[in-house]
């Protein structure tokens, strides 16, 4: 199994539980890994043999950036989902993580995050 990497995606949305966070919106953080066969891509260095990462990026930012959820995890969801129905056939399975890195929690941490896996991956 071969894998495509995007990692540390920025962006800005309103999702959230919170008032202040579907008004005033806040940063969010995307990494994705995606199961592919690539030997083809590497042997005949052609775009067709491979998964666009503009695309990949492209659906992240959709959806970060669009309608907002009210839970992190309905986005990450929403990334796997669009994922492998665009690319069924290429991507075998997808692997999301999503992160707030200033949620309006009191207490003293690094971020929040959740992190699925859709599909094959192993």
């Known amino acids: 199994m071969d894998y495509i990497h995007l990692r540390d995606m920025q962006f800005f949305g309103y999702h959230g539980v919170l008032k202040e966070e579907t008004v005033l919106g806040q940063r969010f953080r995307a990494s994705v890994s995606l199961a592919v066969d690539i030997q083809r891509a590497g042997q005949t260095d052609e775009l067709d043999n491979t998964v666009s990462y503009v695309g990949v990026y492209d659906i992240c930012k959709e959806i970060i950036e669009g309608t907002p959820f009210k839970l992190i995890e309905a986005v990450a969801e929403s990334i796997a989902t669009r994922i ?32 699925i896996v859709r599909g094959t991956f192993s």
């Open 84 to 115: 492998l129905q665009q690319y069924e056939g290429a991507v075998f399975g997808c692997r999301v993580e999503v992160i707030k890195p200033d949620p309006p929690i009191p207490g003293h941490y690094k971020e929040v995050a959740v992190e």
